[in-house]
């Protein structure tokens, strides 16, 4: 990300609710979260969600990628979408979560989705440096170090 390496530690953790308590303990303190679904199956865009109410739960500081898989079924057939795309994209709005969809099998969009993760990381951690560091002057509307964040 720009002259920065970023080095992601990535935990692949159990998709089932069953496996909750464990879970936990792999995201705890967690940066980023890809939450993910099968685009051709709405019921696991429902389990998605609930894995979402944990998070923003659970880990404050955690932000939400939601990812829909096996965008490859789709470019077969289209009649396989499961999960209508502006359903997901109202929901990745309301919850302030960036939004993919990717295909492990020909490796569609997964570059990019990594790659945002990285710059966001980047982006939100250097804002956070300097608001700890200088204070945010709550009635300052347009303060230089909100310029600076979002101009880096
Ligand atoms: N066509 C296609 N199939 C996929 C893709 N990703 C995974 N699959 C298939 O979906 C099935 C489940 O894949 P997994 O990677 O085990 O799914 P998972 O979400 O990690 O499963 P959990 O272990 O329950 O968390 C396997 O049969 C995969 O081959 C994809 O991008 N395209």
Same mark, same amino acid.
């Given at each position: 990300?720009?002259?920065?390496?970023?080095?992601?530690?990535?935990?692949?953790?159990?998709?089932?609710?069953?496996?909750?308590?464990?879970?936990?303990?792999?995201?705890?303190?967690?940066?980023?979260?890809?939450?993910?679904?099968?685009?051709?199956?709405?019921?696991?865009?429902?389990?998605?969600?609930?894995?979402?109410?944990?998070?923003?739960?659970?880990?404050?500081?955690?932000?939400?990628?939601?990812?829909?898989?096996?965008?490859?079924?789709?470019?077969? @057939?289209?009649?396989?979408?499961? =999960?209508?795309?502006?359903? !997901?994209?109202?929901? *990745?709005?309301?919850?302030?979560? /960036?939004?993919?969809?990717?295909?492990?099998?020909?490796?569609?969009?997964? @570059?990019?989705?990594?790659?945002? =993760?990285?710059?966001?990381? !980047?982006?939100?951690? *250097?804002?956070?440096?300097?608001? /700890?560091?200088?204070?945010?002057?709550l009635g300052q509307?347009?303060?230089?170090?909100?310029?600076?964040?979002?101009?880096?």
């Amino acid at each position: 990300v720009g002259d920065q390496t970023v080095t992601l530690g990535i935990w692949d953790t159990a998709g089932s609710e069953r496996y909750e308590a464990m879970s936990r303990i792999y995201y705890r303190g967690a940066r980023a979260a890809v939450v993910c679904y099968d685009l051709t199956d709405s019921s696991s865009f429902q389990r998605a969600k609930f894995w979402v109410n944990e998070l923003q739960n659970c880990e404050e500081g955690c932000r939400i990628y939601l990812c829909g898989t096996k965008s490859d079924l789709l470019e077969e @057939d289209r009649r396989k979408r499961g =999960v209508d795309f502006h359903d !997901v994209q109202d929901y *990745a709005d309301e919850i302030k979560a /960036e939004l993919f969809e990717t295909s492990s099998k020909t490796g569609q969009s997964v @570059d990019e989705l990594f790659q945002k =993760v990285a710059e966001d990381y !980047v982006h939100f951690t *250097a804002f956070q440096v300097m608001t /700890e560091e200088k204070g945010v002057d709550l009635g300052q509307r347009s303060g230089a170090y909100f310029y600076s964040c979002c101009h880096h």
